[in-house]
Every structure is written in structure tokens, then in C-alpha cells.
């Protein structure tokens, strides 16, 4: 072989060296869709897309844990869908795309476990209280429950299959007080409306909503709201195609990062 013909052989071996050796590094760095990764924590997740149905009153903090998820696991993103329980189960139940479903309440979750559309047994991981809302005015001079009863006074409350409706029944009951409502609720942020606009002289809200509301609102404590404590759990979706992420998600609300979030925004332990 002459002298060119074997420079030439060698550079296309040191070409053909370089080029596989790059495709190589390219190859174990690249981690195809759907594919996990390990978190700065340890904990892998599956990058995708995780759609959350939650409660209404969990806006705020769970807004909040969505962005910390977020940042904890590059590459994935947190779709949020916030409405009354009820309306969320009914949603579920005819096929909207859920990985996780967090209720205000063990009823309305137990009508999907009943129905074998949850992946495992939900956790339980908050609880709330109901609170009095009034203007900042408090114009019907409202300071107790029974006085949400008095003749003229607009009071509006959440619709009875909704958790914060159902415990204000229970109220109603333990007091022996009859409410006459101008307006029954699809859900606690609907009420809370309502008062903040002045269309109501009162609503029965949960105390997280109170103090995420702000100056917007007066809150008015009443002793025997602790006789309707409503308990939240949190499962994933059985239809769920990304049950990891799924799964990882609840793993965060449950430990101490949304434990810390939650106890911010008022919510009790279970």
C-alpha cells in the first residue's frame, strides 16, 4: 500500500472512531420521552405531563406545590383543574383525563373508590373547619352562626353534595338552627364570590379561604364548626397513564414540603 493510500485509510478510521464515540456521549445523555430522571431529591419522576382535579378551596397551595413539583423535577409540567368535589367526581367518572384527584371531603372520594377509579387506597392529608365570611363592613352585624338565620340577613352557603355545603348542614343540625340561604354554591370559591362582590351580607367558607381572601373579607370564628371538620384525601386516577408522576406528585403534597405549604395556608393535620 503506498504512503498516501494509508494516511487516507487511517483518517477515515480516526473519523469513523470520533463519529461513533460522539453518537455515543449524544445517545447517554439524551433520555427519551417518557423516560425518568432523578430528582435533586433522589426520588425519580417521570417527565410528562400530571393532571391534577382538586378541590376548590386547595387553589392557593396547591398552586403553589405544582411549582415546587415543577422545579424539583425538570421536565415535567402540572396541569391543575380546581372545582367543587362533586363536580370533579362527575367529571372523572365520565372520562375526563385525571392522574389525581384531591377532595374536600372522604365522601365524594369514596363514590369513585365505590366505583373502582382509584389506583389505591387515597391518603388522607389535610383537614378544614367552616368560618363565617362577611364585608369588611359586616353590614348584617353578623357574630354568630345563629345570627346567618336571622330574617333578612342574604346569607349563601355551597350546595349540599358539596363538602363545604354538606358540614354546614351538620352545623345547622348540631345548633338546631334552619338556614334560608339566597343561594346554594357549586363550590367554596363561588360563595366567597359572592361575598367579596356585596351580594351577600354572609357565606359559610372554609378558614383557609378567609385568610387567603385577605383584607376582602372579616372572618368570623364559631366553636361549633369543629362538629363538621372536613378531612381531604388525595389517590391517583386508576386511568392515569403516567401513574409514577402521578404517584410522585402525591408524594410531595403528602410529605413535608406541602405539609409546610398547607400548614401556611391554615389547613389542619388528618
Do not use: W
Not at 7 to 35: D, E, H, K, V, Y
Not at 221 to 237: C, D, G, K, L, M
Amino acid at each position: 500500500m503506498s504512503i498516501t493510500r494509508c494516511i487516507s485509510a487511517l483518517l477515515a478510521a480516526g473519523f469513523l472512531a470520533a463519529g461513533l464515540a460522539g453518537c455515543a456521549s449524544a445517545t447517554a445523555g439524551t433520555a427519551p420521552s417518557g423516560s425518568t430522571n432523578a430528582s435533586a431529591g433522589g426520588t425519580k419522576a417521570t417527565v410528562g405531563t400530571v393532571t391534577v382535579y382538586a378541590a376548590a378551596s386547595l387553589k392557593s397551595t396547591f398552586t403553589e406545590i405544582a411549582a415546587e413539583f415543577e422545579a424539583a423535577h425538570p421536565g415535567t409540567k402540572v396541569t391543575l383543574n380546581f372545582a367543587g368535589s362533586s363536580d370533579l367526581v362527575a367529571q372523572i367518572t365520565q372520562g375526563a383525563p385525571a392522574d389525581v384527584f384531591a377532595s374536600a371531603d372522604t365522601k365524594n372520594m369514596a363514590k369513585l373508590s365505590d366505583a373502582r377509579l382509584i389506583d389505591r387506597t387515597p391518603t388522607n392529608f389535610a383537614t378544614n373547619v367552616l368560618e363565617i365570611a362577611v364585608p369588611p363592613t359586616n353590614p348584617a352585624s353578623i357574630t354568630s352562626f345563629t345570627d346567618l338565620a336571622k330574617p333578612g340577613v342574604k346569607v349563601v352557603v355551597c350546595a349540599p353534595q358539596v363538602p363545604c355545603g354538606s358540614a354546614a348542614e351538620k352545623v345547622e343540625k348540631v345548633m338546631g338552627t334552619t338556614l334560608k340561604p339566597v343561594s346554594e354554591e357549586s363550590s367554596v370559591a363561588d360563595v366567597l364570590s359572592k361575598v367579596i362582590s356585596g351580594e351577600a351580607d354572609a357565606g359559610l367558607v372554609y378558614a383557609t379561604d378567609v385568610k387567603a381572601a385577605g383584607d376582602k373579607v372579616k372572618g368570623i370564628e364559631f366553636s361549633e364548626s369543629r362538629q363538621a371538620v372536613n378531612t381531604y384525601p388525595i389517590a391517583t386516577v386508576d386511568s392515569s397513564k403516567n401513574k409514577d408522576l402521578a404517584n410522585t406528585f402525591i408524594a410531595m403534597v403528602t410529605g413535608s414540603e406541602g405539609k409546610k405549604v398547607l400548614a401556611h395556608a391554615g389547613f389542619g393535620t388528618p
